[in-house]
T-cell receptor
Framework: AQSVTQLGSHVSVSEGALVLLRCNYS??????LFWYVQYPNQGLQLLLK??????LVKGINGFEAEFKKSETSFHLTKPSAHMSDAAEYFC??????????????FGQGTTLQVKP | DGGITQSPKYLFRKEGQNVTLSCEQN?????MYWYRQDPGQGLRLIYY???????QKGDIAEGYSVSREKKESFPLTVTSAQKNPTAFYLC?????????????FGPGTRLLVL
């Protein structure tokens, strides 16, 4: 069974600083991995998605994530934080297999605070 | 514009009352999903539908019911059997179910108990 762990429920950075949000997954089969962002009282918006085509995935708003199979990680980074990046971020996994229904397994979420 | 709409934005439920949350999509997607979001718990799958007139229970289906009579619509009913319904409900859709399909989310409905 697949699972996702996001390390750190809250992360605080200064504007202009590096953003690093951690995600580790557990999967017995090659996974598909997603990062979504949620602004207050809104739905989720896809940031990026890993589908095994390339280990470094570039997404919207300057975010990227690197798939590391040996570490079972898919951490999200952005070189320079902007105030508008303040939101909640979710890592999710779905796997292969005959019983797979495309169900997304979500992590608990990480709230990113950006200080001026 | 293509997208997913949910209504209402806020919904209040009295004790013993059933309430229905609306979800409509014009993306021509086959698959639709309902998730429940509670603070600090991520999103949990309630029900999903792979095709019209078919739906399956997710991880927390007790106290909820759905229908899928039209491709565009997937309403969720929160029944009186759901003892703790206060949450943010999110509807999503994807072109089809299966490996790696991207799910697109609606804006959500916040359900509160009076």
């Amino acid at each position: 069974a697949q699972s996702v762990t996001q390390l750190g429920s809250h992360v605080s950075v200064s504007e202009g600083a590096l953003v690093l949000l951690r995600c580790n997954y557990s999967s017995s089969v090659p996974p598909y991995l997603f990062w979504y962002v949620q602004y207050p009282n809104q739905g989720l918006q896809l940031l990026l998605k890993y589908t095994s085509a390339a280990t470094l995935v570039k997404g919207i708003n300057g975010f990227e994530a690197e798939f590391k199979k040996s570490e079972t990680s898919f951490h999200l980074t952005k070189p320079s934080a902007h105030m508008s990046d303040a939101a909640e971020y979710f890592c999710a996994v779905t796997g292969h297999g005959s019983s797979n229904t495309g169900k997304l397994i979500f992590g608990q979420g990480t709230t990113l605070q950006v200080k001026p | 514009d293509g997208g997913i709409t949910q209504s209402p934005k806020y919904l209040f439920r009295k004790e013993g009352q059933n309430v229905t949350l609306s979800c409509e999509q014009n993306l021509n997607h086959d698959a639709m999903y309902w998730y429940r979001q509670d603070p600090g718990q991520g999103l949990r799958l309630i029900y999903y539908s792979q095709i019209v007139n078919d739906f399956q229970k997710g991880d927390i289906a007790e106290g909820y019911s759905v229908s899928r009579e039209k491709k565009e619509s997937f309403p969720l009913t929160v029944t009186s059997a759901q003892k703790n319904p206060t949450a943010f409900y999110l509807c999503a859709s994807s072109l089809r179910t299966g490996h790696g399909e991207t799910q697109y989310f609606g804006p959500g409905t916040r359900l509160l108990v009076l």
